[in-house]
């Protein structure tokens, strides 16, 4: 399993408190806005507007809040003045590390972004470093208690999906970016109950950190990116043991 999942299971056990709440809103609105801002404020005809509107609704963000963030973007403001950037680099135990940014200002990102890494006896890269250890796709994580493998598999496939792997205690759903919306709207219709739905950067391969002070550095690295307020998404192909992982979330 790709470390962007292991990842999004400790965030998700992290995230139910009020605070971890109002920054997840704060990056879906943000996401919404410039989704409008670039491709107008119709979901049928823009696929990332659509996608950033099914996560927000999967975070059970207010319909108001959602239709004041398209309007924001798709009639001008603040949507227009954010840059996206990728920055990418090596984390503890040599784990490469993808940070999806929306800043308006590159500076204050930059120089934050590196200190993080640093911190944790990282590095920031030069742009390409690791991105070519990653693909992107679409994904969707299913509680293994929600349904079997069987008939997960049977309704992927008839969706479009293009694999379906198991870890410890979810199925990952990988479609190509240009199938996710309809993959993901027909598993929805067929009553899969979704943990995530994302498009994300999946690691080729991972590498296992099996030390416990590596492992623990490395997820607080993560940690304080994703905490940033310009930080969307956090990307890294490691993998840890159930264990260790639960040890230390």
Known sequence: ????????????????????????????????????????????????????????????????????????????????????????????????????????????????????????????????????????????????GKISEEELVDKALEAGADDVIEDENEFQVLASVDDFNDVRDSLEGQGVEFLEASISMIPQNTIEVIDEKVAASLLKLLENLEDHDDVQKVHANFDIDQDLMEKLS
């Open 1 to 144: 399993m790709s470390g962007h999942s292991k990842w999004s299971t400790i965030k998700r056990k992290k995230g139910a408190n009020d605070a971890k709440r109002g920054k997840i809103f704060s990056k879906l609105i943000k996401e919404i806005s410039v989704s409008a801002r670039q491709g107008g404020g119709d979901p049928d005809g823009n696929p990332r507007l659509r996608s950033a509107i099914a996560a927000a609704k999967a975070e059970n963000m207010p319909k108001d809040n959602i239709e004041r963030a398209i309007a924001k973007g798709s009639g001008g403001g603040d949507g227009d003045a954010y840059e996206e950037i990728l920055y990418e680099g090596y984390g503890p135990g040599g784990v490469a590390v993808l940070v999806e940014c929306m800043t308006d200002n590159r500076n204050r990102t930059v120089a934050d972004v590196r200190h993080y890494f640093a911190k944790s006896n990282g590095n920031l890269g030069e742009n390409g470093c690791v991105a070519w250890m990653f693909d992107k796709k679409g994904q969707i994580l299913v509680d293994k």
